[in-house]
């Protein structure tokens, strides 16, 4: 209690601090706030034209002219909450080097902007996506709600992780380089461009492991009407909670240490 009490305290420096953060990403480019929606729309675009027109992707039991579009951009928008969260936060502390050394303020704070900076640029992001789904007639009313605990449990991972890289990132400064390689990875053994029905079983049962497989195909389905069970999210809430309880350990017993290393 006593850091959600810390951290309400600071609320002010927090909210400003992702304001600003807001603010100066887009000061000084002729496009602004466009190009945030510039980026995922040109990979959408290439990986439709590619996977649905010259391949003729299919989804199983989905039909309709916009089916992939929608299984692509609801894998995408997930993913791109959960990398940004992620390689955001896994660079925190180093990246706040100056404010940490000089500044008194819970630490904490910082992954916190992290957060509410990632779910800003996804909130905006997401209201294009549905202003789509409402003018194709897609729209899936009353379960669209169920996107909130699916976004809950993948924001609990995507920190989690991030604090656990963040303090490994300070001490040994190839944590970040790694990981980035290993998102690369991440991304094509997760269900986004493609559906997991193409794959071979022995494969398809691997996924089971892959919690952002899970969150994900859970996303996709929610868009395009399939049946949703929301008991496999237990598992990864499971994983999810442990890895921020595991950052927050290592935070607290770091922490002195950390500012030595920055």
């Keep these: 209690m006593n850091v959600f009490r810390a951290l309400w305290a600071f609320r002010g420096f927090i909210l400003g601090s992702v304001q600003r953060e807001f603010q100066s990403r887009y000061r ?4 602004g706030i466009v190009w945030m929606v510039l980026n995922p729309l040109a990979m959408i675009t290439v990986y439709t034209v590619i996977f649905s027109q010259v391949m003729r992707a299919r989804l199983p039991t989905v039909e309709g002219q916009f089916a992939y579009s929608i299984y692509l951009c609801a894998g995408i928008l997930a993913w791109g909450l959960f990398t ?19 500044l008194n303020f819970p630490r904490l704070c910082l992954p916190v902007i992290v957060v509410l900076g990632a779910v800003l640029n996804f909130a905006i992001l997401l209201a294009l996506f549905i202003g789509f789904l409402l003018i194709v007639g897609q729209f899936p009313g009353w379960r669209f709600w169920t996107l909130l605990p699916l976004l809950g449990v993948q924001m609990l991972l995507a920190i989690g992780l991030g604090m656990v890289l963040a303090v490994f990132n300070v001490f040994f400064r ?3 380089q790694f990981f980035g390689i290993v998102l690369s990875f991440w991304f094509w053994c997760t269900p986004i461009v493609y559906p997991a029905s193409i794959l071979p079983d022995a494969i398809a049962r691997l996924m089971a492991f892959n919690p952002m497989a899970t969150l994900i195909d859970l996303q996709q389905r929610l868009f395009l009407g399939g049946e949703m069970d929301l008991t496999r999210l237990l598992p990864v809430l499971a994983f999810s909670l442990a890895l921020c309880v595991l950052g927050g350990a290592l935070f607290r017993r770091h922490s002195g240490d950390m500012v030595d290393e920055l």
């Design 174 to 176: 190839d944590v970040g």
């Design 84 to 102: 940004e969260i992620v390689t955001r936060a896994q660079n925190v502390f180093l990246d706040n080097a100056n404010l940490i050394k000089k």
């Design 28 to 31: 000084n480019s002729l496009l």
